[in-house]
């Protein structure tokens, strides 16, 4: 079974900060792992993908993650947060399509992302 | 960009009665999902479907819900009868291989 706590439901940082949410995932088979914003009102928007290529996975917005075996995480980080920035983030597992789970993603609770002047 | 579309925004109903959500996913897209958050809850999965038929179900989705792909472009989600522990945001998702999915803007049910 796969399952992905998300450290920390609010944080908050400076606009111009490191913005670090942070990811672990636990999965029987080698995991493709998402992050997903939600604005206010709005759907899931996906951010960036990992699915066993680098290691270190770019995404839309300045977003990164990096995959890390060893740690079962995949945390998502931004050098320098705008004000527009300010979301909720959603970390998500998925087993590989095509064998017995149809790409099911499985979430994390989330994490709220406030942006201050 | 092609998008997932889902209506109504927001659905309001009475409990005990059956409801329909709509979704028209992207049209070059296989597999389609159905999930819901309950408000200040986790987003959590439904059911998915490839082939004409259910792939795989949840807990959740018990005889009350099912789901249909009536015309080769819709993709739906029936409530039977509503109960107010259905009331949430759900949320229709494509994807053409299965593991990369795009998900809609949401619709909001409310049951009363």
């Known amino acids: 079974a796969q399952s992905v706590t998300q450290l920390g439901s609010h944080v908050s940082v400076s606009e111009g900060a490191l913005v670090l949410l942070r990811c672990n995932y636990s999965?029987?088979?080698?995991?493709?792992l998402f992050w997903y914003v939600q604005y206010p009102n709005q759907g899931l928007q996906l951010l960036l993908k990992?699915?066993?290529?680098?290691?270190l996975v770019k995404g839309i917005n300045g977003f990164e993650a990096e995959f890390k075996k060893s740690e079962t995480s995949f945390h998502l980080t931004k050098p320098s947060a705008h004000m527009r920035d300010a979301a909720e983030y959603f970390c998500?597992?998925?087993?590989?399509?095509?064998?017995?789970?149809?790409?099911?993603?499985?979430f994390g609770q989330g994490t709220i992302l406030t942006v201050h002047p | 960009e092609p998008e997932v579309t889902q209506t109504p925004s927001h659905q309001v109903t009475q409990m005990g009665q059956e409801v329909i959500l709509r979704c028209v996913p992207i049209?070059?897209?296989?597999?389609f999902y159905w999930y819901r958050q309950i408000l200040g809850q986790k987003v959590e999965f439904l059911v998915s479907?490839?082939?004409?038929?259910?792939?795989?179900k949840s807990e959740i989705f018990d005889d009350q819900f099912s789901v249909e792909r009536p015309d080769g472009s819709n993709f739906t989600l029936k409530i039977r009868s509503t109960k107010l522990e259905d009331s949430a945001m759900y949320f229709c998702?494509?994807?053409?291989?299965?593991?990369?999915?795009?998900f809609g803007a949401g619709t909001r049910l409310s049951v009363l």
């Open positions: 998702a494509s994807s053409q291989a299965g593991n990369i999915q795009y």
């Open positions: 999965s029987s088979v080698p995991p493709y």
């Open positions: 990992y699915t066993s290529a680098a290691t």
């Open positions: 998500a597992v998925s087993e590989d399509a095509g064998g017995t789970s149809y790409g099911k993603l499985t």
């Open positions: 049209s070059n897209h296989l597999y």
């Open positions: 479907f490839y082939n004409n038929e259910i792939s795989e």
